[in-house]
């Protein structure tokens, strides 16, 4: 059974830092998701990764994957209030499948 | 881009009373949708994978017979709450996906039931 773990659950950082949310996955997987959530919203994609040593930049947000390691990571640049949101990452469960199995969401607060 | 469309946006209802929430892919065929439910400040949680013409799969620990889900249509699956019960009320989320990379998801359905 396919688990997905994220951490840190809570993050709290300055404007213009430099942080990093980790997900971990325990099964092998073809596909890595990162989704952004505002308070009372659905989920807005960010980053879809496909293979080992991806990496995908939008703005001040870069997420990469290691399949080796089963690891994927957000990277925020400089962080901005307008990133505060709960990031979710996810892994299919299944190759070619889009069923997702998420983790455990990290809320993110940006302090001005 | 795929666009997926979740009705209503929220709805308040009785307990003991019914409620039915559609999912439709607007400009795409989905074979499959997904229905995930989620808990305040929870993650999302798979409940069923619908699909086209056949039954629905359930995740363990998820009532079939509480959760109806019917995909009548290749753009069109529901999920019918049945006798709801305030420990029902969550947010509901449909997803699909039209067999590439990636899932759509709809904008969620806040269910509250009183």
């Known amino acids: 059974e396919l688990k997905v773990e994220q951490n840190p659950l809570f993050l709290s950082m300055q404007e213009g830092k430099n942080y990093t949310i980790y997900c971990n996955y325990s099964t092998t997987s073809d596909r890595l998701y990162w989704y952004r959530q505002d308070p009372g919203k659905s989920l807005e994609s960010l980053f879809v990764l496909l293979s080992n040593g991806a990496v995908k930049q939008e703005g001040r947000l870069m997420a990469s994957l290691d399949t080796k390691a089963r690891l994927s990571t957000l990277h925020i640049t400089a962080a901005v209030h307008d990133l505060s949101a709960t990031y979710f990452c996810?892994?299919?469960?299944?190759?070619?499948?889009?069923?997702?199995?998420f983790g455990t969401g990290t809320r993110l607060t940006i302090i001005p | 881009g795929a666009v997926v469309s979740q009705h209503p946006s929220w709805v308040i209802c009785k307990s003991g009373t019914s409620v039915k929430i559609e999912c439709r892919s607007l400009?795409?065929?989905?074979?499959?949708m997904f229905w995930y439910r989620q808990f305040p400040k929870q993650s999302l949680m798979l409940m069923a994978t619908s699909n086209e013409g056949s039954k629905a799969t359930y995740e363990q620990g998820v009532e079939k017979d509480k959760f109806l889900i019917n995909h009548a249509s290749l753009t069109l699956s529901t999920l019918t709450v049945t006798s709801a019960h305030p420990e029902d009320s969550s947010f509901y989320i449909c997803?699909?996906?039209?067999?590439?990379?990636?899932?759509?998801f709809g904008q969620g359905t806040r269910l509250t039931v009183v």
């Open positions: 400009d795409f065929q989905a074979t499959t």
């Open positions: 997803s699909a996906g039209r067999g590439g990379t990636e899932a759509f």
């Open positions: 996810a892994a299919n469960s299944r190759f070619g499948n889009e069923k997702l199995t």
